[in-house]
């Protein structure tokens, strides 16, 4: 199943005229990328990106206009247009026709996105090959974005530039491990305009990694992890300073394993106050709650899926074990994600 290739066309085009005009004059061009997000959205398009668009047609100092122009300065047009239409097109107005309609007549939830972990340094780990099966058997269900976390090694990086050059139409977010890219890496990421890699932002390679992307035009970000244990450090703001140095315009905020439900909570509602009321020239990003928010707007019943390093399945519901090698993705849906019976027909 893809995407509607008339439609996509048309959308092409205009985001194409779209992203000339905002070089030109972002602030201008706000207005018109508002009136665009609600002509090809057809009511499903998250509010919480008007609500942007509208803070910054209020605010000329918005330091939202700052990471809108670092992300034109530092990105190729083809890069933005490609990683784009993917998510905003295929993924969040086309998948999420298709992930509804399947919906309607089966006793499962489809997740809008799928979240891989990936570590090669784990004997019997998550491999490219899984990976590669999960988007075979995703897209047909509407799934069309993945966020990809590798740690460990870069040495999975080369078969999974494969994948995000096979499955164009899909878009990709790679989460990368500390470790410094190489020219070698750097030349393999350039031609995938339908990726966004991360780098964590606390360590040494992140500003190296950072600015050799800027320098070749490719899109990226950066994250972090959050815990109990500096769950205030994170809101009273002091951490997120920490990212203004590497002028990315984008940033992932990821609980760590066993974080509690409480400091989730509470990091999910400073992400989305630091969105609606910036201080700092990014859009920041909390990776399991709005996961779940976005699924929330797209379907019914809101749900997140990740496949961890080991095989494991991780749910808003809970933890799954032993799945991986014996059933497809539609039977782990309905093991894992069960509709609630009061919303089954």
């Known amino acids: 199943m893809k ?40 009511g499903r398009f998250l509010q919480e990106v008007y609500a942007i668009f509208q803070e910054l047609l209020r605010n000329d100092d918005s330091p939202y206009y700052t990471a809108i122009e670092h992300l034109l300065r530092n990105t190729d047009r083809k890069a933005l247009k490609g990683f784009g239409i993917n998510i905003g097109y295929n993924s969040l107005t086309y998948g999420g026709k298709v992930i509804r309609s399947i919906e309607s007549k089966k006793s499962f939830q489809i997740p809008w996105a799928l979240i891989l972990r990936i570590n090669p340094t784990i004997p019997g780990g998550t491999t490219p090959a899984e990976i590669e099966n999960c988007i075979l058997q995703g897209r047909p269900l509407g799934i069309y974005t993945y966020i990809l976390r590798c740690s460990g090694s870069l040495s999975c990086l080369e078969p999974l530039v494969r994948l995000f050059r096979t499955y164009s139409d899909c878009a990709f977010i790679c989460l990368l491990p500390d470790q410094e890219l190489t020219p070698a890496h750097l030349s393999l990421l350039k031609p995938c305009i339908n990726t966004m890699c991360l780098f964590p932002a606390s360590t040494a390679s992140c500003a190296a990694n950072a600015r050799n992307m800027r320098q070749q035009k490719s899109w990226y970000g950066t994250y972090d992890y959050y815990g109990d244990e500096d769950c205030t450090s994170w809101l009273s703001g002091e951490r997120t300073r920490e990212f203004i140095s590497h002028d990315s315009s984008f940033v992932i905020l990821i609980a760590r ?30 990776l399991y709650t709005d996961a779940y928010q976005i699924d929330h707007i ?15 399945i991780y749910t808003h519901k809970g933890l799954v074990t032993d799945y991986r090698h014996a059933l497809s993705l539609e039977q782990i849906f309905a093991v894992a994600l069960p509709k609630d019976k009061g919303s089954q027909k």
């Open 257 to 286: 394993d066993g974080c509690s439900q409480s400091c989730r909570e509470q990091i999910g509602q400073y992400v989305k106050d630091t969105r609606l009321q910036p201080v700092y020239p990014f859009i920041m990003f909390d």
């Open 298 to 312: 797209m379907s019914s019943e809101a749900c997140y899926f990740e496949l961890l390093e080991n095989g494991d």
């Open 3 to 42: 995407p509607n290739d008339i439609t996509r066309a048309i959308v092409d085009a205009t985001v194409d005229r779209g992203l000339r005009e905002i070089e030109e004059d972002p602030r201008r061009s706000i207005r018109k990328l508002t009136d665009m997000g609600r002509q090809f959205s057809k």
